[in-house]
């Protein structure tokens, strides 16, 4: 299920990525406050890191700032990909993949922590907790880039089912004050008021496995 990134052209400049067709921002580096947490935050348990989009590879350079073992980073567009491949040239335990994320993840090992933000990608987002629960060890550490100004995320409000599984009682919101540019308040985007950011996380438990979540995503009772 490739999300628009597959197919998307983009024109880079030193501050942004922008999709040259629809004129969207992908990345802007106004958002580099939020990718220095969710760097913090995904790199807590060191180990093998686990990455969904390069992007402007901020989020990823930060990562790269603490002591972790591997970083595996999934990246499906032509471009950014090669961009990511320069960048990946001077860090061995970069271990960089072409493709989409939701059919590419290694399976030569186990995470301990993954961060998603892929760009275009509704069709795979609301499958995120169940497609990468069979990577995750138990502890591993879960953040995503979250489009909602308020302590709250889609997993806990904006799927149906979900909030059954990844609700604001397993969420910690970590948050991040910004300049928000007023062409980035557009639905999808990031939605609400203020400037306050709220970065996601949330430990994988032994309830995060993939029968559960499809017991719960197919509104069953009983064993799947």
């Known amino acids: 299920m490739k999300g ?10 030193d501050t942004q990525i922008l999709d ?3 004129g969207w921002e992908v990345m802007s ?4 406050p939020i990718m220095v947490k969710h760097g913090e935050i995904v790199t807590k348990n060191g180990g093998d890191i686990l990455e969904f989009g390069f992007g402007m590879g901020i989020s990823a350079t930060h990562i790269q700032s603490h002591d972790i073992n591997s970083h595996t980073i999934i990246e499906i567009n032509d471009d950014v990909y090669e961009r990511l491949l320069i960048w990946a040239e001077d860090k061995p335990n970069v271990i960089p993949v072409k493709g989409d994320w939701a059919d590419s993840i290694p399976t030569d090992k186990k995470y301990d922590a993954v961060f998603y933000d892929p760009y275009g990608d509704m069709k795979n987002k609301p499958l995120f907790p169940w497609l990468i629960a069979p990577y995750c060890k138990e502890g591993a550490i879960v953040s995503w880039y979250n489009n909602i100004l308020r302590p709250s995320s889609v997993y806990s409000e904006g799927y149906e089912h979900h909030h059954h599984y990844w609700d604001n009682d397993r969420i910690s919101y970590h948050e991040v004050e910004l300049e928000i ?3 980035a308040r557009i639905k999808w985007y990031l939605e609400g008021e203020g400037n306050i950011y709220y970065a996601p996380e949330i430990i994988m438990g032994e309830q995060d496995n993939r029968d559960e979540f499809k017991r719960i995503w197919m509104g069953k009772r009983g064993p799947v």
Do not use: Q
């Open 181 to 183: 540019p007023e062409e």
């Open 29 to 32: 580096d106004w958002e580099d």
């Open 4 to 13: 628009r990134a597959s197919i998307a052209k983009y024109t880079f400049t």
């Open 20 to 22: 040259t067709e629809i």
